[in-house]
C-alpha cells in the first residue's frame, strides 16, 4: 500500500534558523506532490505543489521543496525561519485511484 | 468566495447518539473527501467521491456512512457515535487534474467532535 513519511514528529528552531522537513512516499509511477500548513486553530492550507516539470518547486512565504524521484522524496526547505512559520507541516502525495494519502505531519515550534 | 464550508464547528455527542457532518462546497470539483485528524497520526482518509452518485470507502470507513446526492454537499454520518470517534474531521474537495489524478485539495474549516 501507499504510504507517506515524515521523518520528524517534532522541530524547535530559534529563528533565522534555516529549516528541512523530511517526506519520503512509496509509490513507483506517476504522483502529484504537495505540502499544506495547519496554523493552530485553522485548516490546513495548501503550501506548496509539484506536478510536473521543474522539480524544485517554489511555495509561499519563502517555502520551497525539491522532489527527487530516484529518492521518492519531497523534502521542504526555508532558508531563515520566522516565529509566525510555527504550525503543524503535512506532506501529501496523490498516486491515483482519487486518494491522497498524507503524513503524520510535523509539528514545528518557532522560538522568537 | 466561500469554498468548502462544514457544519457545526463543534459537536458533543452522548456514546449510542447519531450526527450528521455537513459539508459543501461551491467550487464545482469533482473531487470530495472526509479526513478525520488525531495527534501523530496525521489526516486518515474515512470515504470519498469521485462525483454525484459514487462514493467509496477510504483508510477508515468504519462506523461511517457518506452519500453524494449532488456534486456540492457530501454529508458524513456517524450511525452511532463512540469515543474512539472523538476527532476534528475535515472536509476537502479538489479537481481531477487528469483521469485519475486530483489537483490540491481546498479544506473546510474541521468539526470538532468529542463523544462522551
Known amino acids: 500500500a501507499q504510504s507517506v513519511s515524515q521523518h520528524n514528529h517534532h522541530v524547535i528552531l530559534s529563528e533565522a534558523a534555516s529549516l528541512e522537513l523530511g517526506c519520503n512516499y512509496s509509490y513507483g509511477g506517476t504522483v502529484n506532490l504537495f505540502w499544506y500548513v495547519q496554523y493552530p486553530g485553522q485548516h490546513l492550507q495548501l503550501l506548496l505543489k509539484?506536478?510536473?516539470?521543474?522539480?524544485l518547486v517554489k511555495g509561499i512565504k519563502g517555502f520551497e521543496a525539491e522532489f527527487i524521484k530516484s529518492k521518492f522524496s519531497f523534502n521542504l526547505r526555508k532558508p531563515s525561519v520566522q516565529w509566525s512559520d510555527t504550525a503543524e507541516y503535512f506532506c501529501a502525495v496523490n498516486t491515483g485511484g482519487f486518494k491522497t494519502i498524507f503524513g503524520a505531519g510535523t509539528r514545528l515550534f518557532v522560538k522568537a | 468566495n466561500a469554498g468548502v464550508t462544514q457544519t457545526p464547528k463543534f459537536q458533543v455527542l452522548k456514546t449510542g447518539q447519531s450526527m450528521t457532518l455537513q459539508c459543501a462546497q461551491d467550487?464545482?470539483?469533482?473531487?470530495m473527501s472526509w479526513y478525520r485528524q488525531d495527534p501523530g497520526m496525521g489526516l486518515r482518509l474515512i470515504h470519498y467521491s469521485v462525483g454525484a452518485g459514487i462514493t467509496d470507502q477510504g483508510e477508515v470507513p468504519n462506523g461511517y456512512n457518506v452519500s453524494r446526492s449532488t456534486t456540492e454537499d457530501f454529508p458524513l454520518r456517524l450511525l452511532s457515535a463512540a469515543p474512539s470517534q472523538t476527532s476534528v474531521y475535515f472536509c476537502?474537495?479538489?479537481?481531477?487534474?487528469?483521469?485519475?489524478?486530483?489537483?490540491?485539495?481546498?479544506f473546510g474549516q474541521g468539526t470538532r467532535l468529542t463523544v462522551v
Open positions: 467550487m464545482n470539483h469533482e473531487y
Open positions: 476537502a474537495s479538489s479537481y481531477q487534474q487528469t483521469a485519475n489524478l486530483n489537483t490540491e485539495a481546498f
Open positions: 509539484y506536478f510536473s516539470g521543474d522539480p
